[in-house]
């Protein structure tokens, strides 16, 4: 499988498979519902789904005053437009639960997410990626940082361009030494998307961001931390119970006061976001009928270093 953030970091990241996830038979009070087979409202047709869209493995887990939205599709976990909507539709159904807190985002296999997968729409020249796709999936990212509780996400592998992306919408996030960060859309000669160039900046500032951008240079886990990507680092195997035990830290404070909290911290949070992504997207439809990202995408297919142009 291939994505248009590119997956070249699987070689380079040989992590062992997570198996630290919720164990079934785990405690009484926890109980879990599949969202399985979520298509949006607004279906892009792909040759794998003729009606629209593609499948997407959500799992909502409660565990006392938190919730778990797990993405399952490892080992690599991409994301469309369809994951990214029911990761959506999860955060509305805890947000409406008065029990609920905290959320915790993790996801299923060797990565946290490696980027989006349009695969469905990309040929070697990359013309057949749509401006339309595009819309559609920021369109349902908007919904990630319009929920009202806060989210701790489990970074336990590489988290790369949409993946980051996805990652930045959290309010904390618990990593590890093997994690790898990275904006590398314009390493597959694109614009960056997902409102990374809104919410990568207000974390690492505009310098950083910019490097980040402009080389696509993969962050390690320390590193990561080291600049605030990551607000805590603990060994692969903690991630994700050291995520639970921040989630039930902020679940032991008032629940309407920690919402308040975050509604004051984030005010203009979503309007900054909406309009970074309009910004991409259009900057995205710029670049997409150019020979260098054509090239981009069969660099990427090829699993080979891209030879830019500039035209």
């Known amino acids: 499988m291939q994505d248009i953030d590119g997956m070249g970091v699987t070689q380079e990241l040989p992590l062992a498979m997570m198996a630290h996830h919720a164990d079934p038979d785990g405690p009484r009070e926890a109980h879990r519902r599949v969202i399985a087979h979520h298509a949006p409202r607004d279906r892009i047709p792909g040759p794998d789904h003729p009606e629209g869209g593609t499948m997407s493995d959500v799992q909502i887990i409660r565990d006392g005053h938190v919730g778990i939205v797990e993405l399952q599709r490892g080992p690599n976990n991409f994301v469309d437009i369809a994951a990214i909507a029911a990761i959506g539709d999860a955060y509305d159904e805890l947000d409406a639960d008065r029990e609920i807190r905290a959320i915790v985002l993790c996801t299923q296999g060797k990565h946290f997410c490696a980027g989006a997968n349009l695969a469905e729409r990309v040929k070697d020249d990359g013309d057949s990626i749509t401006q339309e796709a595009g819309r559609h999936l920021y369109q349902e990212a908007h919904r990630l940082v319009s929920n009202a509780k806060p989210v701790v996400a489990a970074i336990q592998g590489a988290a ?14 618990v990593g590890c030494p093997e994690a790898r960060l990275s904006a590398n859309f314009a390493r597959q000669g694109y614009h960056p998307g997902f409102g990374t160039t809104f919410s990568l900046p207000r974390i690492v500032g505009q310098q950083k961001a910019a490097w980040m951008f402009m080389t696509g240079e993969r962050v390690p886990g ?5 600049m605030g990507l990551l607000d805590w680092i603990v060994d692969q195997t903690d991630v994700f119970e050291m995520a639970i035990g921040k989630a039930k830290e902020i679940a032991t404070s008032g629940p309407l006061a920690v919402q308040g909290v975050r509604r004051t911290l984030r005010q203009g949070f979503l309007d900054g976001f909406k309009l970074a992504t309009y910004a991409e997207h259009f900057e995205q439809g710029l670049v997409r009928p150019t020979d260098d990202f054509k090239e981009g995408v069969r660099a990427m297919n090829e699993r080979r270093t891209p030879l830019f142009k500039g035209y």
């Open 222 to 226: 320390q590193a990561a931390h080291e």
């Open 160 to 173: 790369v361009g949409a993946g980051i992306g996805l990652a930045l919408t959290a309010d904390f996030r």
